[in-house]
């Protein structure tokens, strides 16, 4: 047995960040950076401890301004306070309704920062949020020429990691646990750690990756049990629910690196590489990829229409 944690064992050479958008798991656990998702946000918001900042968004947007303003202005509080938290980056999500539209996720995103920079918060210390279509790799693409760094989410495939590699996006954000979802229900079966669908699926991106010399960073998410994570140890960064978090913190068991970038390099991989066209017949192909990635757009674009009507109620 070991004298530390597996916490503290994974954070010897892996980013660990926090998966919420509630403070005190934040301060509880000590993350680098963390992540937040309408999902999340919409949750936190809901809590009583919390209404401070909505009404603070409401206050700054002003009377008169549009729903999507007032939402710009509560992701990047709710990011602030984040960020007095964790001493890393934040990651604030451009509204998932624009997921299919270039331009409008440049200007969104163009938006946020600004408001970030204006409240004295330097761009080094966000990562945009987009959803991993061709369009919304193409908005980070131009993003990161401007020093905009984006986090591409709802990720589930390779060829949406290679086409991200090759636009040079900071970070992505590979679906773990929403993969292991999708091959569960399509046949039946329970997967082990080492089988896990999720976990292969990381595996292999990280190990392109650091065979070719990509910079991205791979940032495994979206867990479902703690064995997804330690299968994945030596990842980059793996942003991990608080449950999962005290999980880790509770056991002393010896944890193994498993991702390893100097043994990665020596992998007998072919270099890949996707246009337009092809990305999307290859994601197509990919079933679990095409209804992970509209279903987790659908179900973020309804958070933020409740996120909409929570504070249209709070101004009534």
Not at 219 to 226: C, L
């Amino acid at each position: 047995m070991s004298t530390t944690t597996q916490l503290d064992q994974l954070k010897q050479f892996t980013v660990v960040v926090a998966d919420t958008g509630d403070f005190a798991s934040m301060r509880q656990f000590a993350p680098r950076d963390a992540t937040t998702n309408p999902s999340l946000i919409l949750k936190a918001a809901a809590m009583p401890e919390y209404a401070w900042i909505i009404d603070q968004a409401i206050k700054e947007a002003g009377a008169t301004a549009a729903l999507p303003v007032v939402i710009d202005r509560l992701l990047v509080l709710f990011g602030q306070e984040i960020l007095k938290i964790v001493p890393g980056r934040v990651s604030t999500e451009v509204d998932a309704r624009l997921s299919f539209d270039t331009a409008a996720t440049i200007a969104k995103a163009r938006e946020i920062i600004a408001l970030y920079e204006k409240a004295g918060t330097p761009r080094e210390r966000i990562l945009i949020k987009i959803a991993s279509t061709w369009e919304g790799i193409k908005a980070a693409e131009q993003l990161q020429k401007e020093k905009i760094n984006c986090n591409l989410t709802l990720l589930f495939s390779f060829p949406q990691a290679v086409a991200c590699a090759e636009s040079g996006i900071t970070l992505i954000s590979p679906f773990v646990g929403r993969i292991l979802d999708w091959h569960k229900k399509s046949t039946g079966k329970d997967f082990s750690p080492t089988e896990d669908p999720g976990v292969k699926s990381v595996t292999q991106v990280y190990t392109y990756y650091k065979r070719f010399g990509y910079a991205t960073e791979v940032m495994g998410a979206s867990f479902r049990n703690k064995g997804e994570i330690t299968e994945l140890a030596g990842c980059d960064l793996l942003t991990i629910a608080p449950a999962l978090l005290g999980e880790l913190k509770a056991s002393t068991d010896p944890l193994v690196r498993k991702l390893d970038p100097v043994a990665a390099k020596t992998a007998d991989l072919k270099k890949v590489s996707f246009d337009e066209k092809g990305f999307r017949f290859a994601l197509n192909e990919d079933a679990m990829a095409t209804e992970k990635t509209s279903e987790g757009i659908r179900v973020f674009a309804a958070d933020i229409v409740k996120l909409e009507q929570l504070i249209a109620q709070k101004r009534s």
